[in-house]
């Protein structure tokens, strides 16, 4: 882990343009043309490096994102997807079969929850859903047929920490895949460094960062990545969750400033945060050493990039919760709306939104209760302005005296 630099990784990754431009040249086509017979015939048989077939196996532009990626995470391959759900998705339809089980952190993606609660079982895959803070917990629900841990590094929404690093030895004793979804912590956690095999990514918040698509993508092992793209059993081209390329360029330009961003979101995050817990308030944040994880965290962190811009505070009431955030939108703090990585704080409570999939009482055994308001900071310049502006609105509507 000391000696990998994600950043340096991927400043030094650099492509050309066919005329020498500084961005790659977008490769808007489905399909390519052969010189010859043989040579399509290999490609369907194996892959061959720089040979493209059809853009929903591959395509040029796709590549250099996947390729962005891999320097990121430090995994030998990636995929591009058309959103989180799709990678996430293929991933775990990749790994499992009927009959197979999945041990799963109870506090993730409602998404990926539904996925695994509702959908799953339609193909014969049950998923066993535990508290990841206990890894007695999750070493109880293994048994012969599972065959995958899935977590998020960082979780939603009550910032919950998967110890990767422990999880990994659960998953080596029993010859299981252990997928973890860094979508909350690119930079802050290279999961890959920390024991993860499979690492997946909703693109759409932090890594794309300007909320103009969605996107996704899977990391890990040649071999594994390789088997997702099988023209004869990978999920990823037989489902078809392939990313837009024009779409894939764009991210990668995006990606040049994850750094700059998500030093700011953490920075923008601590000082809220801290500042907020100052004043009585109940705050989750993994950056604050009231956080029952923090030391776990601080662990696993690269700190120069912080804990991340996800912030989880709790209103009390509803109702409260409700015009807080109405309040704020109005004071310009930022807009009431889901999903995250934005350069405006985005705010929403998470038992009504990203959450509601998950039924209420189980809502309530994981101590998600109905005032939580998750906001995701953005990069504000001067975050003090913001952070009086939210103080404003908790008095306004008697959250805070
Ligand atoms: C948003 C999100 C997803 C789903 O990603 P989409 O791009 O919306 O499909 C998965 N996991 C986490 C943690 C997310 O925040």
Do not use: W
């Not at 991933?91 to 695994?116: H, N, P, W």
């Not at 945060?273 to 109940?282: D, Q, R, V, Y």
């Not at 923090?294 to 696993?300: A, R, Y």
């Not at 409260?320 to 889901?338: I, L, N, S």
């Amino acid at each position: 882990m000391a000696n990998y630099n994600p950043t340096q990784e991927m400043q030094d990754y650099h492509v050309f343009g066919e005329f020498g431009g500084v961005n790659p040249s977008i490769t808007d086509s489905a399909t390519f043309t052969f010189m010859t017979t043989e040579k399509m015939a290999q490609c369907f048989g194996e892959e061959v490096e720089g040979c493209f077939l059809y853009s929903r196996h591959m395509n040029p532009s796709n590549r250099f994102l996947a390729e962005q990626l891999m320097r990121m995470e430090g995994t030998e391959d990636a995929q591009v997807m058309g959103s989180g759900m799709g990678a996430i998705t293929s991933c775990l339809m990749q790994l499992a079969k009927s009959g197979d089980e999945i041990v799963s952190s109870r506090t993730i993606y409602g998404g990926s929850y539904a996925f695994m609660k509702n959908f799953l079982p339609k193909f014969g895959v049950k998923t066993h859903f535990v508290n990841i803070t206990s890894l007695e917990d999750v070493k109880a629900h293994i048994n012969k047929n599972t065959k995958v841990i899935y977590c998020e590094a960082i979780s939603n929404p009550l910032l919950e920490i998967a110890d990767i690093r422990e999880l990994r030895k659960i998953a080596d004793a029993h010859n299981i895949t252990l997928v973890v979804d860094n979508t909350f912590s690119p930079l802050c956690v290279s999961p890959k460094q920390l024991g993860a095999h499979v690492v997946v990514y909703s693109m759409t918040k932090f890594i794309n960062g300007t909320n103009d698509c969605v996107a996704g993508a899977v990391c890990g092992d040649h071999d594994f990545v390789m088997g997702m793209r099988s023209v004869v059993d990978g999920a990823a081209m037989l489902l078809g969750p392939t990313l837009d390329p024009l779409r894939a360029a764009s991210i990668l330009k995006n990606t040049r400033t994850l750094h700059l961003r998500m030093k700011k979101h953490s920075e923008n995050a601590m000082y809220v945060a801290e500042n907020l817990e100052k004043l009585g308030m109940k705050v989750f944040y993994p950056g604050l050493p009231s956080h029952p994880q923090h030391e776990l965290i601080k662990s696993m962190i690269n700190p120069e990039f912080g804990y991340s811009g996800i912030i989880t505070i709790d209103c009390k009431e509803k109702d409260k919760a409700e015009k807080f955030m109405m309040a704020m939108q109005e004071a310009k703090v930022g807009y009431f709306a889901v999903s995250l990585g934005f350069y405006k704080t985005l705010f929403s409570s998470p038992g009504s939104s990203t959450s509601s999939e998950i039924p209420q009482e189980e809502q309530d055994s994981m101590g998600m209760t109905p005032g939580l308001v998750r906001f995701s900071m953005g990069i504000d310049n001067d975050v003090k302005v913001s952070f009086d502006r939210i103080v404003e609105c908790l008095k306004k509507v008697g959250v805070i005296k």
